[in-house]
Structure formats: C-alpha cells, structure tokens
C-alpha cells in the first residue's frame, strides 16, 4: 500500500480563496482523521470520521472550515473563506478499528499559505 | 531517509516509577526539531516536549525529560513519577526542513 496519500503538498493561496485539502486514507482503514501543525499550537486534531461518519468535530476551529468523507477512500478537507492564520500543515491519517485502532498511519501533510 | 522509528508498541509502568520511551530517526538536514507528543484517549494530540537539534542541552519540562543523543540519532522521553493521566499513546515526531515525519506510536499503560 502506498499509505495515506495526501493533496496537494504545497498550496499558496490569497486571503478569502477557497481551499480544498484532499485525503486517501489506507485502504481497509476505518478511522480518518484530520490534523493541523503549526509552531504555536502543536498538532490539533480537528475532526475524525469512523466509517465515513464524522464523530468528533469539536476541533474544527470555526464555520469557514468543513470536512466531508463522502466514501472510504476519499476525504476533504475545505476553508471557505481562507485566512493567514489559517496557515499551517494539514495533515491526514488514518487507521483500523479494534485493537489496532491507535496506531495511526499519518499522510505526509500538506502545507498552506494564505497570504 | 528521513525517518522516526519506535521500536516500542507498548510499554507499561508501575505508578510513581520512572520510564523511558525510545526513538530513533535519520535524516540529512543539519539544522531539525524532535518532539514528543502525548494522544490520551480524547484523541487530542498534546505536545509534551521539543527539542532544537542545534541545541545540545536536553530538553525538560517538569516530570519529563529527553536524552537526545544527536550523533547516535537517538531522542528517547523519560517520564518520571508516573502518573495515572500518563497513559497515553506517544508519538515521536520530526521536522526536518519543512517535513513532518510521524514515529509509529508507544503505547504507555500506568499500572495502579
């Protein structure tokens, strides 16, 4: 398997554009999750879904942000409108249910820069 | 290669005892940061700890301490005085240049 494959891995965009962050989880991995990195904050989970159902947005920092799993193998992560202190590394990863389901398997990230 | 590597899946601690989380990594920047992060059950992914690579001092803060070996790349978290709000996964982290690369988590029981 390729792992969590995560697009695009550099996105530079102006203040009030719409960015869409995607994400492919390990196929077979049941539990997606969606993370932000910045220096100040550390690493923030934002949202998780089990079985393409969001469980725990509660670290979705506002309104401007929303995630979508509309299959197994496919997640979204969107900012609309996108600003400066939105920028960060986004990363995804995923992993299984079970006895395994803490071991998760991170996506090399994408880094975002709103100007 | 720029890896994170814990040999540990788990690990368990006896209360007030000390433990030792290992971590290994590779990579040719010159100039990189490690940390420690803590996931308890709530998922949350707390920083517990970072070290500058240019800094020779070990990094500490409160119960936890790290001994960065940078020659050896080795960069192993001490937990002192164990506590039961220690258990947790921990995740050996480093960024090297711009890229975050994640170690593959210890899990830490507390034992009463």
């Known amino acids: 398997d390729a792992g969590v494959i995560q697009s695009p891995r550099h996105e530079v965009t102006e203040m009030g554009q719409e960015v869409t962050l995607r994400c492919k989880p390990i196929?077979?991995?049941?539990?997606l999750f969606w993370y932000r990195q910045t220096m100040m904050r550390g690493l923030e989970l934002l949202i998780y879904?089990?079985?393409?159902?969001?469980?725990?947005d509660s670290g979705m920092p506002e309104d401007r942000f929303s995630a979508k799993m509309p299959n197994a193998s496919f997640s979204t992560l969107k900012i609309q409108p996108s600003e400066p202190r939105d920028s960060a590394v986004y990363f995804c990863?995923?992993?299984?249910?079970?006895?395994?389901?803490?071991?998760?398997?991170f996506g090399p990230g994408t880094r975002l820069t709103v100007l | 290669a720029q890896t994170v590597t814990q040999s540990q899946p788990e690990m368990s601690v006896q209360e007030a005892e000390t433990v030792t989380l290992s971590c290994t990594y590779d990579?040719?920047?010159?100039?990189?940061?490690l940390f420690w992060y803590k996931q308890p059950p709530s998922r949350q992914m707390i920083l517990v700890i970072r070290?500058?690579?240019?800094?020779?001092q070990n990094a500490t803060e409160n119960r936890f301490s790290v001994n960065f070996q940078k020659a050896a790349k080795s960069f192993s978290l001490k937990i002192s005085d164990s506590q039961l709000g220690d258990a947790a996964m921990y995740f050996c982290?480093?960024?090297?240049?711009?890229?975050?690369?994640f170690g593959p988590g210890t899990r830490l029981s507390v034992l009463p």
């Open positions: 990863a995923s992993s299984l249910s079970g006895l395994h389901r803490d071991e998760q398997f």
């Open positions: 196929s077979g991995h049941d539990y």
């Open positions: 879904f089990n079985n393409n159902v969001p469980i725990d």
């Open positions: 990579t040719s920047e010159s100039d990189y940061y």
């Open positions: 070290q500058e690579a240019y800094k020779q």
């Open positions: 982290v480093g960024l090297y240049g711009q890229n975050f690369v």
